[in-house]
């Protein structure tokens, strides 16, 4: 029987958790270890500084006091005891399309699975009105049967985004590369009711590139997208070109 980890970013009380392991109990036995509250955009933080804690919340389902990559890691080596076939991320409640991944929690507890030799997936749905995260968990489920009969590639992971529609308005899967984001660029200074000076960062989604074979256009068209992403950051034309560098 396959074991698979599932973890997210918004907190255990998200309930696209549950619809998920359901869907996936036929493939494994499952457990979710997920962080105790909401832990979005904290990358690959992991708590270093204070200690961690575990509270069983039912038979399979943790609760953890850290973020997402400290789930993943406690979720594997301790509470599954370093027994896992799979680890899934998600499905988050929102995208995680192109650079969104350097910022996602919900990206950094797949990554860390992968750093930990563990196929594994972060799952989103690109949350509209329609809230449809039944297909979103099918789709997962159908990419994470894959995943265990192939497996994947050493120190890599996949980045799955599903479009927030009516199953009869899906159109498929399509294997893509990572796009380019827009994010707001402002910092706005306020006061507190004390007259003392704070700063807020607007990282809001403004837009995308929608080039042509990219996930941020991949879900435009109503596709869902699947994005092979490696651990080696190496820019491996740049490094040709330093060797040509002045550097003795």
Known sequence: MKKILITNDDGISAE?????????????????VAPNVQRNASGNAMTLHKPVRIKKLSENKYAVTGTPADCTRIGTLTIMEDKVD????????????????????TAAAAREGAMLGIPSLASSLVLEKRENYELAADITVRIAKEMLDKGLPPRTFLNLNVPDLDDT??????????????????IRRREDPIGRGYYWILGSKIGGHRDE????????????????ITLDYTAAGLKDELLNWSLD
């Open 169 to 186: 308005e899906f159109k498929g899967i399509k294997v893509t590369s990572q796009g380019i984001r827009i994010y707001e660029r402002n």
């Open 213 to 228: 074979g990219t996930d941020m256009l991949a879900v435009s068209e109503g596709y869902a997208s699947l994005t092979p």
């Open 16 to 32: 696209p958790l549950d619809i998920l392991r359901r869907k996936l109990s036929y493939l494994g036995d499952v457990v979710i």
């Open 86 to 105: 799979m680890v899934i991320s998600g499905i988050n409640c929102g995208a995680n399309l192109g650079d969104d991944i350097n910022y996602s929690g």
